[in-house]
């Protein structure tokens, strides 16, 4: 005898499916979060906003929009993908959050999957966004739009990388308060805003090995200077993602 049929047919969806909803469900929670908004929206916006209308910092030779817009682009993929990830998913870890995902027939490193696709999903928000309000201010942009796509994701992949490293081992408050931190630094201290040549010698030279000091750089080479491609901060930023990736994995704790 023939086993009967039930619909909807018991057990886990596709892989596929489950790790689209989750995505889904994570860029949902990120844009209807306030603070994280201010992260990855606001803060970016008015850096280029403000440093751009008034002459606060001596940007060189050129307009300002012209070095700033990219340092900005760099410094959204930082807000989403290291602090605003890092933050979310220690406080995550400390309500039990992802002990439960994880016991779900989510795999887990399907979770991982569709947090990094709801990071990639903001970043490209993020980045129209900031392109029409830096086209507005007069930015006239060069180079390879592959050139570009590359850096960035290899700039998400090293901050992602760090981001879940930190919210794995780290208590939810410390990572709160490290990761605003980094970013306050970074932001002061990576070529956003300041170029990296205003920096004495022996600083700037480990200023220039920071993941967002590389992609800020490579960002400029190709959208100021019209670089074909900036390997060396490409190179830079593949070792941050191959060690901060691997690293988030072994020591990763998911309670």
Do not use: C
């Amino acid at each position: 005898m023939s086993g009967g049929t039930y619909t909807p047919r018991p057990g886990a969806a596709p892989a596929g499916r489950m790790i689209v909803a989750q995505a889904a469900f994570e860029t949902k929670m990120l844009l209807r979060n306030g603070e994280q908004l201010l992260l990855t929206v606001v803060i970016p916006s008015l850096v280029l906003v403000l440093f751009s209308a008034v002459d606060v910092v001596d940007t060189g030779e050129g307009r300002a929009v012209d070095f700033l817009a990219p340092g900005v682009l760099a410094l959204a993929v930082m807000s989403t993908a290291f602090t605003g990830q890092a933050i979310a998913t220690g406080f995550e870890r400390r309500y039990g959050v992802l002990k439960r995902l994880g016991a779900s027939p989510l795999p887990r490193w399907a979770l991982m999957t569709a947090k990094t696709a709801s990071v990639l999903v903001t970043e490209v928000l993020q980045v129209a966004l900031l392109t029409v309000i830096a086209l507005a201010l007069g930015w006239s942009p060069h180079g390879s739009p592959a050139a570009v796509f590359l850096l960035l994701l290899l700039g998400t992949a090293a901050f992602s990388g760090l981001g879940l490293l930190m919210a794995g081992t780290l208590r939810a408050e410390a990572t709160l308060a490290a990761a605003n931190l980094v970013f306050l630094l970074l932001l002061v201290g990576g070529g956003v805003i300041v170029p990296l040549e205003r920096f004495p010698g022996a600083v700037r030279a480990v200023l220039e090995l920071l993941p967002i000091s590389a992609l800020s750089d490579g960002l400029r080479d190709v959208l100021q200077g019209g670089a074909s491609m900036p390997w060396g901060a490409a190179g830079i930023l593949a070792v941050w993602a191959v060690l901060g990736l691997g690293a988030a994995a072994a020591f990763f704790r998911w309670e």
